[in-house]
């Protein structure tokens, strides 16, 4: 055991088996670039961007200066009834990236707390409208959506739920898009299974249009395995939406700021939300922040009112928060600088075919690919303790590249800067590890 390792009782980890990670920790103690650093000194490979966020890579001058010297000049700033200048500036800059339309912003800490935000908003929306019977909110299975209540609650994923008892009533699931019968092995998004986004009128037609506030999905879905929309899913959900007057919220906490070819998920598959989440890429993880793209008409329809009343009862003590607009502000700027954000469409085709060359690997039931962002499924081992995928992270550890795992899904999101050899070095240790494991 290394000599400065601090005691590691006290701090409860989160989404982690506290018990086995203390017996053989994991501790990273720099970054830079595409690299970690672990305490033992080694160097890994980030092959997840941190956890989908680090799109720029680690340790960038610009995002680092602009948070050194923004925690010097104004290191906090009331949110309530005061603004500071970086917020506006943010917000207007953000706004020019945007899906169109999509152009106020409410700023929150995190994706979990944007979904909470959007949710509330759709909710107080179709209230302000005097259509206040809308108050169903539909996710999709598999869908994640942080760990709030009513992210937790549109969520679908099994065990972020069933600890936690009957969650927000009125919430209900479509089902979620992966079909490996059909697609296994598909190249960019499935062929089969627009017609799944009709499970949206099985549950028009059960609850009435009438009662559905709003329906949220991730364009692709990130934690549940890389699940992606098969062909013109996205545009079948729109249309069903807009027909039933239903607000369409997309999650872009995963997918926002490049890791799909455009800025958003929403351009790159052409199909626009009336609300959108995103937080991560935001700032390039270094600072948490999360927000939410409002459409403009969704946004003045609370401004209403008389001017001098608070038109949202909602918002958080950091909302907005100086060290985050700041970093907000130098990340754009380092996207702009790398054009990093349709970096990912063209390193797509290199990542593709080195993803797709696991296909005949040990254990590989599916390949899934988008941009930057892939997923490797394997075939589920019933009743053992530790997954498959789970024993390939661990062994890609031991060589120094950095995947993450969920249920039997190896994922890959390299920070955007991912050279082709970078690419290629990650594939090569999910291959080896797969070798090894059979
Ligand atoms: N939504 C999506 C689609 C996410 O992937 C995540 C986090 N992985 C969240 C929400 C929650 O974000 P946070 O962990 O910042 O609360």
Same mark, same amino acid.
């Given at each position: 055991?290394? !000599?400065?390792?601090?005691?590691?009782?006290?701090?409860?980890?989160?989404?982690?088996?506290?018990?086995?990670?203390?017996?053989?920790?994991?501790?990273?103690?720099?970054?830079?670039?595409?690299?970690?650093?672990?305490?033992?000194?080694?160097?890994?490979?980030?092959?997840?961007?941190?956890?989908?966020?680090?799109?720029?890579?680690?340790?960038?001058?610009?995002?680092?200066?602009?948070?050194? #010297?923004?925690?010097?000049?104004?290191?906090?700033?009331?949110?309530?009834?005061?603004?500071?200048?970086?917020?506006?500036?943010?917000?207007?800059?953000? !706004?020019?990236?945007?899906?169109?339309?999509?152009?106020?912003?409410?700023?929150?800490?995190?994706?979990?707390?944007?979904?909470?935000?959007?949710?509330?908003?759709?909710?107080?929306?179709?209230? %302000?409208?005097?259509?206040?019977?809308?108050?169903?909110?539909?996710?999709?299975?598999?869908?994640?959506?942080?760990?709030?209540?009513?992210?937790?609650?549109?969520?679908?994923?099994?065990?972020?739920?069933?600890?936690?008892?009957?969650?927000?009533?009125?919430?209900?699931?479509?089902?979620?898009?992966?079909?490996?019968?059909?697609?296994?092995?598909?190249?960019?998004?499935? %062929?089969?299974?627009?017609?799944?986004?009709?499970?949206? #009128?099985?549950?028009?037609?059960?609850?009435?249009?009438?009662?559905?506030?709003?329906?949220?999905?991730?364009?692709?879905?990130?934690? !549940?395995?890389?699940?992606?929309?098969?062909?013109? =899913?996205?545009?079948?959900?729109?249309?069903?939406?807009?027909?039933?007057?239903?607000?369409?919220?997309?999650?872009?906490?995963?997918?926002?700021?490049?890791?799909?070819?455009?800025?958003?998920?929403?351009?790159?598959?052409?199909?626009?939300?009336?609300?959108?989440?995103? !937080?991560?890429?935001?700032?390039?993880?270094?600072?948490?922040?999360?927000?939410?793209?409002?459409?403009?008409?969704?946004?003045?329809?609370?401004?209403?009112?008389?001017?001098?009343?608070?038109?949202?009862?909602?918002?958080?003590? =950091?909302?907005?928060?100086?060290?985050?607009?700041?970093?907000?502000?130098?990340?754009?700027?380092?996207?702009?600088?790398?054009?990093?954000?349709?970096?990912?469409?063209?390193? %797509?085709?290199?990542?593709? #075919?080195?993803?797709?060359?696991?296909?005949?690997?040990?254990?590989?039931?599916?390949?899934?690919?988008?941009?930057?962002?892939?997923?490797?499924?394997?075939?589920?081992?019933?009743?053992?303790?530790?997954?498959?995928?789970?024993?390939?992270?661990?062994?890609?550890?031991?060589?120094?590249?950095?995947?993450?795992?969920?249920?039997?899904?190896?994922?890959?999101?390299?920070?955007?800067?991912?050279?082709?050899?970078?690419?290629?070095?990650?594939?090569?240790?999910?291959?080896?590890?797969?070798?090894?494991? %059979?």
């Amino acid at each position: 055991m290394n !000599a400065k390792q601090p005691d590691l009782n006290a701090y409860w980890m989160p989404f982690t088996a506290n018990r086995q990670f203390k017996e053989s920790p994991r501790l990273l103690t720099k970054a830079d670039g595409m690299y970690f650093t672990d305490d033992q000194g080694r160097q890994v490979l980030d092959g997840i961007a941190g956890l989908w966020c680090v799109n720029a890579g680690h340790n960038r001058p610009r995002i680092v200066r602009a948070i050194q #010297e923004q925690a010097a000049e104004l290191d906090f700033a009331p949110p309530f009834q005061m603004g500071h200048p970086k917020a506006f500036e943010l917000a207007s800059r953000l !706004a020019e990236i945007t899906p169109e339309g999509l152009n106020r912003v409410f700023f929150t800490n995190s994706g979990s707390e944007a979904v909470e935000t959007a949710l509330k908003i759709a909710l107080a929306y179709h209230r %302000a409208r005097g259509e206040g019977h809308r108050t169903r909110l539909i996710g999709r299975e598999r869908g994640y959506h942080g760990v709030n209540f009513g992210g937790m609650s549109v969520g679908g994923m099994v065990a972020n739920r069933k600890m936690f008892g009957t969650l927000l009533s009125g919430v209900d699931h479509i089902r979620h898009t992966l079909d490996i019968q059909r697609n296994a092995f598909s190249v960019g998004l499935p %062929a089969h299974g627009a017609e799944l986004a009709d499970d949206l #009128e099985r549950l028009v037609a059960l609850h009435d249009a009438s009662t559905i506030a709003a329906v949220i999905v991730e364009p692709i879905a990130g934690s !549940a395995g890389v699940l992606l929309p098969p062909q013109g =899913y996205l545009k079948r959900l729109r249309e069903i939406c807009d027909k039933h007057g239903i607000l369409l919220i997309f999650d872009e906490v995963i997918t926002g700021f490049g890791r799909t070819g455009q800025p958003f998920a929403a351009q790159t598959f052409g199909v626009t939300p009336d609300l959108m989440t995103v !937080a991560k890429g935001l700032t390039n993880g270094c600072v948490p922040m999360g927000a939410v793209f409002a459409r403009q008409s969704i946004h003045d329809t609370f401004m209403q009112g008389p001017a001098h009343l608070i038109e949202l009862f909602h918002g958080y003590t =950091y909302s907005a928060h100086p060290l985050a607009c700041a970093a907000g502000l130098a990340t754009l700027d380092t996207y702009a600088d790398d054009q990093l954000l349709t970096r990912a469409g063209e390193m %797509a085709g290199h990542f593709a #075919e080195e993803l797709h060359s696991l296909r005949n690997e040990p254990h590989v039931i599916d390949v899934r690919n988008f941009g930057l962002v892939g997923g490797v499924e394997l075939t589920p081992r019933p009743g053992e303790p530790t997954k498959r995928a789970f024993s390939v992270f661990l062994d890609c550890w031991e060589q120094g590249v950095l995947v993450r795992t969920t249920g039997d899904i190896i994922a890959l999101s390299p920070p955007l800067i991912a050279s082709r050899d970078d690419l290629s070095r990650m594939v090569a240790a999910i291959r080896t590890a797969l070798r090894r494991l %059979a």
